[in-house]
């Protein structure tokens, strides 16, 4: 825990008094208090608080849509930086020579919790107009140990809020508990180990005074898994793996004879949903190891590339769909499920809606794993003709075999060791979050139109060491990658629109009523038409975006806020493809807008 | 893979320098290749132990089992190898020192990627020193190995412990087994 010093902490609220006397003597300021902790009623109801963030993905439905209207259509052309802040946290580490910015800040009474790459939390004071830092948690990751099999990036997705605690992940692997007021740590504890190649990456997900939490890793031959720590006592609740143990339902999946399952990946590095209604957890999976080598696990794989519903109080699996089964291009489906209501034929459809790194958006009955319909929603998509109307599987999919070759001409196998694919394997749609729209009931993707040259190398198993690369081949870029924002109408799961845009999206999105909010690797934030997807307003921040908008008010005043500093995997593993990024410097920084 | 002669790169070349080096009893002489290893970013690839391989982007080729020279890790580090992914780390290659007699438009498509700093000649020398001296014919990594790297109380060499123990404990386990 690092101070700013002694005094500003001490004086952090006459401090806040003053600069709201200053701003024309606002009282309705309250410090720290019983109002201020979060409680699973308040995280139930975020819609109660509209000025306020306070989940990762906004609402435990994963919608990022908030009802502030202050900016809208009309007014939005007046949006203009607010105030800026610039963070830290781009030191190298490990395999990378610098960090990154992919968190969403959670806002709540006019404070913001924002996090670095290499997990620092930093508080603000965003009263008056202006951006102050109250405090600085600075955990002191272990850098090299991290950094050393962090496959994508030294990344760190925010902050949770509970009780009166700040709840953070560290790239080392654990789980941290800040005091909201004084910024020092009042526990914490290992959740992942990276002696096996485990990091975290993803925000907590708070459920019923449990903290849930992701890992990654599926590149450095982990077992995958979604685990619940008891805020209060600290205790681990239960620890699900993502690959069924010997004997367990699913194990059948793993035809091999070299125990490939028990390091068969299966990560969950993107923060999940929940329904309250049926007490469910919704987590995406990611991809199988090794990534393109899928003769060395034959059979589906389950649970990788799927999304899960796991009972929330023990953490048993409910359901699961799986999306590409024996994945031979590392389509994972670690992304958000968005939870979303709709009328259907006979009463309401309660869907979980994902957009996959496969190119395809799919939306499932989530009280029963079924699924509903499924599009593609990037422009080219070669690896399969497309999906099954019944089953959502790709039409090759034959389980009559142990290893899928989908359309075998383009797939990475052991007879075609070197392949061009569409999308590649950035996706799709990566982590960067979608986000939806109740009213219009339009789902917006952040999308990377992309494909990218495979190279497979036969794994064996000595090939499987600890803390080393467990892939089976690799990517190269030979081909331009560009992006879009994509609406899906949820009513009749069809494309609704596309604003092209010249990079990839590479930070996800915000809605609001009237505009959808999103970034460029190449410094753009920009904010569309809801309907139309025309661009309305664009701002250069001058550094790299990669990571999603939010908005929250302050002051009866509404900001958007957004952090700029790109890192992450696309700097080092696919800038090929967008040479145009090159020059795009590392950076750290906390933008914010307002009219 | 072409191998033009290192004079023609302008690189001073003493034959004796790396006999020098290791004549030096009082410090490692190699530690100022070691920094170099750290600075120009050759770890973000090949990384510490210098094994490189695998991996979700370009595929480094192991320094531990390379058999190149001396003089051919000089050549390799200051102009990259074309059409690889291994960068050129020295300023002006292809542009006023061609490399591999090539230029920056006779190389064109097969043109390297620039490394992310430049090193003056003799930081080149000094990696290619340290490569020798501590990678090149190296075994697995060790602990030993790995703390003299790092030098500080990260974690990241704890799996080596548990490696270098592992024969042991497996022996343990396999009589108790039986």
Same mark, same amino acid.
Request: proline fraction near 6%; include cysteine.
């Given at each position: 825990?690092?101070?700013?010093?002694?005094?500003?902490?001490?004086?952090?609220?006459?401090?806040?008094?003053?600069?709201?006397?200053?701003?024309?003597?606002?009282?309705?300021?309250?410090?720290?208090?019983?109002?201020?902790?979060?409680?699973?009623?308040?995280?139930?109801?975020?819609?109660?608080?509209?000025?306020?963030?306070?989940?990762?993905?906004?609402?435990?439905?994963?919608?990022?849509?908030?009802?502030?209207?202050?900016?809208?259509?009309?007014?939005?052309?007046?949006?203009?930086?607010? +105030?800026?802040?610039?963070?830290?946290? @781009?030191?190298?580490?490990?395999?990378?020579?610098?960090?990154? *910015?992919?968190? &969403?800040?959670?806002?709540?009474?006019?404070?913001?919790?924002?996090?670095?790459?290499?997990?620092?939390?930093?508080?603000?004071?965003?009263?008056?107009?202006?951006?102050?830092?109250? +405090?600085?948690?600075?955990?002191?990751?272990?850098?090299?140990?991290?950094?050393?099999?962090?496959?994508?990036?030294?990344?760190?997705?925010?902050?949770?809020?509970?009780?009166?605690?700040?709840?953070?992940?560290?790239?080392?692997?654990?789980?941290?508990?800040?005091?909201?007021?004084?910024?020092?740590?009042?526990?914490?504890?290992?959740?992942?180990?990276?002696?096996?190649?485990?990091?975290?990456?993803?925000?907590?997900?708070?459920?019923?005074?449990?903290?849930?939490?992701?890992?990654?890793?599926?590149?450095?031959?982990?077992?995958?898994?979604?685990?619940? &720590?008891?805020?209060?006592?600290?205790?681990?609740?239960?620890? #699900?793996? &993502?690959?069924?143990?010997?004997?367990?339902?699913?194990?059948? #999946?793993?035809?091999?004879?070299?125990?490939?399952?028990?390091?068969?990946?299966?990560?969950?590095?993107?923060?999940?949903?929940?329904?309250?209604?049926?007490? #469910?957890?919704?987590?995406?999976?990611?991809?199988?190891?090794?990534?393109?080598?899928?003769?060395?696990?034959?059979?589906?794989?389950?649970?990788?590339?799927?999304?899960?519903?796991?009972?929330?109080?023990?953490?048993?699996?409910?359901?699961?769909?799986?999306?590409?089964?024996?994945?031979?291009?590392?389509?994972?489906?670690?992304?958000?499920?968005?939870?979303?209501?709709?009328?259907?034929?006979?009463?309401?459809?309660?869907?979980?809606?994902?957009?996959?790194?496969?190119?395809?958006?799919?939306?499932?009955?989530?009280?029963?794993?079924?699924?509903?319909?499924?599009?593609? $929603?990037?422009?080219?998509?070669?690896?399969?003709?497309?999906?099954?109307?019944?089953?959502?599987?790709? @039409?090759?999919?034959?389980?009559?075999?142990?290893?899928?070759?989908?359309?075998?001409?383009?797939?990475?196998?052991?007879?075609?060791?070197?392949?061009?694919?569409?999308?590649?394997?950035?996706?799709?749609?990566?982590?960067?979050?979608?986000?939806?729209?109740?009213?219009?009931?339009?789902?917006?993707?952040?999308?990377?139109?992309?494909?990218?040259?495979?190279?497979?190398?036969?794994?064996?198993?000595?090939?499987?060491?600890?803390?080393?690369?467990?892939?089976?081949?690799?990517?190269?870029?030979?081909?331009?990658?560009?992006?879009?924002?994509?609406?899906?109408?949820?009513?009749?799961?069809?494309?609704?629109?596309?604003?092209?845009?010249? $990079?990839?999206?590479?930070?996800?999105?915000?809605?609001?009523?009237?505009?959808? $909010?999103?970034?460029?690797?190449?410094?753009?934030?920009?904010?569309?038409?809801?309907?139309?997807?025309?661009?309305?307003?664009?701002?250069?921040?001058?550094?790299?975006?990669?990571?999603?908008?939010?908005?929250?008010?302050?002051?009866?005043?509404?900001?958007?806020?957004?952090?700029?500093?790109?890192?992450?995997?696309?700097?080092? +593993?696919? @800038?090929?493809?967008?040479?145009? *990024?090159?020059? @795009?410097?590392?950076?750290?920084?906390?933008?914010?807008?307002?009219? | 893979?072409?191998?033009?002669?290192?004079?023609?790169?302008?690189?001073?070349?003493?034959?004796?320098?790396?006999?020098?080096?290791?004549?030096?009893?009082?410090?490692?002489?190699?530690?100022?290749?070691?920094?170099?290893?750290?600075?120009?970013?050759?770890?973000?690839?090949?990384?510490?132990?210098?094994?490189?391989?695998?991996?979700?982007?370009?595929?480094?080729?192991?320094?531990?089992?390379?058999?190149?020279?001396?003089?051919?890790?000089?050549?390799?580090?200051?102009?990259?190898?074309?059409?690889?992914?291994?960068?050129?780390?020295?300023?002006?290659?292809?542009?006023?020192?061609?490399?591999?007699?090539?230029?920056?438009?006779?190389?064109?498509?097969?043109?390297?990627?620039?490394?992310?700093?430049?090193?003056?000649?003799?930081?080149?020398?000094?990696?290619?020193?340290?490569?020798?001296?501590?990678?090149?014919?190296?075994?697995?990594?060790?602990?030993?190995?790995?703390?003299?790297?790092?030098?500080?109380?990260?974690?990241?060499?704890?799996?080596?412990?548990?490696?270098?123990?592992?024969?042991?404990?497996?022996?343990?386990?396999?009589?108790?087994?039986?």
């Amino acid at each position: 825990m690092e101070r700013l010093s002694g005094h500003a902490r001490v004086s952090s609220r006459a401090r806040l008094l003053a600069v709201v006397v200053a701003a024309g003597g606002i009282l309705a300021v309250t410090p720290v208090s019983a109002a201020d902790e979060v409680t699973q009623d308040r995280l139930l109801n975020p819609g109660k608080e509209a000025g306020n963030w306070i989940h990762h993905h906004q609402n435990y439905s994963a919608h990022r849509f908030s009802s502030l209207k202050e900016i809208n259509r009309d007014t939005v052309k007046n949006l203009k930086v607010a +105030w800026t802040m610039h963070l830290g946290g @781009i030191e190298p580490g490990g395999i990378w020579s610098h960090g990154g *910015l992919e968190g &969403t800040p959670i806002a709540e009474n006019g404070f913001l919790y924002v996090t670095d790459g290499w997990g620092s939390v930093y508080k603000i004071d965003a009263h008056g107009g202006r951006g102050t830092l109250a +405090w600085k948690m600075d955990p002191k990751t272990d850098r090299d140990w991290a950094g050393a099999v962090a496959c994508c990036g030294v990344d760190n997705r925010g902050v949770a809020l509970w009780g009166d605690l700040v709840i953070s992940h560290t790239l080392d692997g654990r789980l941290i508990a800040t005091n909201k007021e004084t910024g020092q740590v009042a526990w914490q504890r290992n959740v992942a180990d990276p002696d096996k190649g485990e990091v975290i990456t993803g925000a907590p997900l708070i459920v019923k005074d449990m903290a849930i939490t992701g890992v990654a890793g599926a590149e450095y031959g982990i077992r995958g898994w979604i685990a619940a &720590t008891d805020l209060k006592t600290q205790k681990e609740v239960w620890r #699900t793996h &993502t690959i069924p143990g010997k004997g367990e339902p699913g194990s059948e #999946t793993w035809k091999d004879a070299n125990n490939s399952a028990a390091a068969g990946g299966g990560s969950t590095w993107v923060t999940g949903s929940y329904d309250p209604s049926t007490d #469910t957890i919704v987590w995406g999976v990611g991809n199988p190891g090794p990534d393109w080598d899928n003769a060395y696990r034959p059979g589906d794989n389950l649970y990788t590339d799927s999304s899960l519903g796991l009972d929330a109080t023990t953490g048993k699996i409910k359901w699961h769909y799986q999306h590409t089964p024996n994945d031979p291009y590392d389509y994972d489906s670690v992304a958000e499920n968005v939870l979303v209501d709709i009328p259907g034929p006979s009463g309401p459809l309660k869907l979980a809606l994902e957009a996959d790194r496969n190119g395809f958006a799919y939306a499932i009955d989530r009280s029963n794993g079924k699924f509903v319909w499924g599009l593609p $929603f990037v422009k080219k998509v070669t690896w399969t003709k497309g999906l099954d109307a019944e089953t959502g599987k790709p @039409i090759e999919y034959d389980s009559s075999k142990q290893v899928q070759t989908y359309v075998a001409s383009v797939t990475p196998s052991r007879t075609n060791m070197e392949t061009d694919i569409c999308p590649g394997n950035m996706g799709g749609k990566n982590w960067p979050p979608t986000a939806y729209n109740p009213d219009l009931k339009l789902w917006y993707i952040p999308v990377i139109e992309s494909c990218n040259r495979i190279k497979v190398e036969v794994a064996t198993p000595d090939k499987l060491k600890p803390r080393e690369f467990w892939t089976g081949g690799g990517p190269s870029q030979p081909f331009t990658i560009t992006g879009s924002v994509t609406a899906i109408d949820v009513t009749t799961g069809k494309v609704a629109g596309k604003m092209e845009t010249p $990079f990839p999206n590479l930070g996800g999105i915000l809605a609001t009523p009237e505009l959808v $909010f999103s970034g460029q690797p190449s410094g753009e934030v920009m904010a569309l038409d809801a309907k139309t997807l025309q661009k309305l307003w664009e701002f250069n921040t001058g550094g790299g975006v990669n990571a999603p908008p939010m908005t929250f008010s302050v002051d009866g005043k509404q900001y958007v806020a957004i952090l700029v500093g790109l890192g992450g995997a696309w700097d080092k +593993w696919f @800038i090929d493809a967008t040479p145009e *990024l090159k020059k @795009i410097q590392p950076g750290s920084m906390l933008y914010v807008f307002a009219l | 893979m072409l191998l033009a002669s290192v004079v023609a790169l302008n690189l001073s070349m003493p034959g004796v320098a790396y006999g020098q080096s290791s004549q030096a009893p009082a410090s490692d002489p190699t530690s100022a290749g070691k920094a170099v290893f750290a600075k120009a970013n050759c770890m973000g690839c090949h990384k510490w132990h210098g094994n490189g391989g695998g991996g979700y982007g370009g595929d480094a080729l192991s320094l531990r089992k390379t058999e190149l020279t001396r003089e051919q890790i000089i050549e390799t580090v200051s102009c990259g190898r074309p059409g690889t992914g291994m960068p050129f780390f020295m300023r002006g290659a292809y542009d006023e020192t061609k490399c591999h007699g090539m230029n920056r438009r006779e190389a064109s498509a097969q043109m390297p990627p620039e490394g992310g700093t430049f090193l003056r000649t003799k930081d080149v020398e000094a990696v290619a020193d340290y490569v020798i001296a501590h990678i090149k014919g190296a075994g697995e990594p060790t602990y030993a190995e790995c703390v003299a790297f790092f030098s500080n109380t990260s974690r990241v060499c704890d799996i080596y412990k548990t490696q270098a123990q592992k024969p042991e404990d497996a022996a343990v386990g396999a009589a108790r087994s039986q």
